[in-house]
DNA sequence: GTCTATAGGTGGATAGAC
DNA sequence: GTCTATCCACCTATAGAC
């Protein structure tokens, strides 16, 4: 019962990598965002780094690791972005604004959210990964429902459901706004539509 | 100025194909909702089938050829449906409700939609099949925006901004729930969510 | 750590017999 | 229309030299 309850949260440490190690997922994971996990191979990795498709897999045995990493330092780095938003600001309006802002971000990159990508081909995924892909987004779900609960206690906010179920929609809108978007190429329709998340909650003003 | 404008959007004529050639675009249909286009092979329908791979090619002599019949198909019993439900019933609400209840289907039977799962590969399919894509999601949002408009004239639908935008909303969100859905395999998720998209103009009723 | 070389498998696709 | 047989490109992965 002593154990502190403040930032129970934090269960992804992020992995350490090599310098050779980093550079490979730099590039996987734009690979992985843009053409998904069955859309790229050792082959076009080593091309764009200039190396063999051999000395790839001294680093990362099998694909099934390479993807497992990704998700992993994705998890970790989005976590890590999530805390930064809480220490930045308390103001939920703020803090739900900057959380959208994330995602819009990886839309301008030309990206979609790895996770996203990963979700639809999730039945072709080796078991561990589809474990990985769960746990992001519980997170990202529990993190939402928290900062919703806290906005409506508030008065900031406004929604008939529970925090959690209006977390899913969030979370469902905004995976789905940039998937629609990609297929027109046009960063600005997902940002309308994220606007109208933020609408939906009565978090858009100024 | 005398042609009828009554059912102009009727573009998309079904093609006719043969039983054979029905067989293998329903196996694989189920097989690219399921895996998405990277994710299924000619081996797989083969054997789904208990015929030889070369003997698909007759019908179907490249993979982009069965990719843009796919989608073809899709789009025009998509438009069929459509016009099912309007002509079922006139009230907006009734059919908005029957609109979400197309993609429910899709969920029960473990799928995903189509279209969503080729979005989200779309930087690695051939031309024509993107062109299709944006075809299918904008004959979606014409009809939904029609159906909202509409809604909104008679004072059954509530929304702020405009019904173009409104109809994007709902398709990007209808999209996303049945992605995230998936990686939890579980079409509940899928149901709840949809749900609050009807609430979200008013249109839950009862 | 990175290389060359190669294994063993699967991808889409074609020729030609039946 | 469906088959057998085959092609070549590409896939993930490994062995072993440097």
């Given at each position: 019962?002593?154990?502190?309850?403040?930032?129970?949260?934090?269960?992804?440490r992020?992995p350490?990598?090599?310098?050779?190690?980093?550079?490979?997922?730099?590039?996987?994971?734009?690979?992985?965002?843009?053409?998904?996990?069955?859309?790229?191979?050792?082959?076009?990795i080593?091309?764009?780094?200039?190396?063999?498709?051999?000395?790839?897999?001294?680093?990362?045995?099998?694909?099934?690791?390479?993807?497992r990493?990704?998700?992993?330092?994705?998890?970790?780095?989005?976590?890590?972005?999530?805390?930064a938003i809480d220490?930045?600001?308390?103001?939920?309006?703020?803090?739900?604004?900057?959380?959208?802002?994330?995602?819009?971000?990886?839309?301008?990159?030309?990206?979609?959210?790895?996770?996203?990508?990963?979700?639809?081909?999730?039945?072709?995924?080796?078991?561990?990964?589809?474990?990985?892909?769960?746990r992001?987004?519980?997170?990202?779900?529990?993190?939402?429902?928290?900062?919703?609960?806290?906005?409506?206690?508030?008065g900031?906010?406004?929604f008939?459901?529970?925090?959690?179920?209006?977390?899913?929609?969030?979370?469902?809108a905004?995976?789905?706004?940039?998937?629609?978007?990609?297929?027109?190429?046009?960063p600005?329709?997902?940002?309308?539509a994220?606007?109208?998340?933020?609408?939906?909650?009565?978090?858009?003003?100024?």
């Amino acid at each position: 019962m002593k154990r502190s309850l403040k930032n129970r949260r934090r269960r992804t440490r992020a992995p350490a990598f090599s310098d050779a190690a980093t550079a490979i997922l730099d590039v996987a994971e734009r690979l992985a965002q843009t053409r998904g996990y069955n859309g790229f191979s050792y082959a076009d990795i080593a091309a764009r780094l200039g190396v063999t498709k051999a000395s790839l897999h001294y680093h990362f045995p099998s694909k099934e690791e390479l993807g497992r990493a990704l998700i992993e330092r994705y998890e970790a780095a989005f976590a890590a972005a999530l805390d930064a938003i809480d220490q930045a600001t308390g103001e939920p309006r703020q803090r739900l604004r900057r959380y959208v802002a994330l995602y819009d971000g990886v839309m301008r990159n030309e990206r979609m959210c790895l996770c996203g990508m990963l979700a639809a081909e999730h039945s072709t995924l080796p078991r561990a990964m589809q474990g990985e892909l769960q746990r992001f987004f519980d997170m990202n779900e529990r993190w939402l429902a928290h900062l919703l609960q806290e906005g409506r206690r508030s008065g900031l906010f406004s929604f008939r459901e529970s925090a959690s179920g209006r977390a899913r929609i969030i979370l469902s809108a905004l995976e789905g706004a940039m998937l629609v978007a990609r297929s027109y190429s046009d960063p600005r329709r997902f940002r309308v539509a994220a606007g109208h998340v933020l609408d939906g909650v009565g978090a858009r003003g100024r």
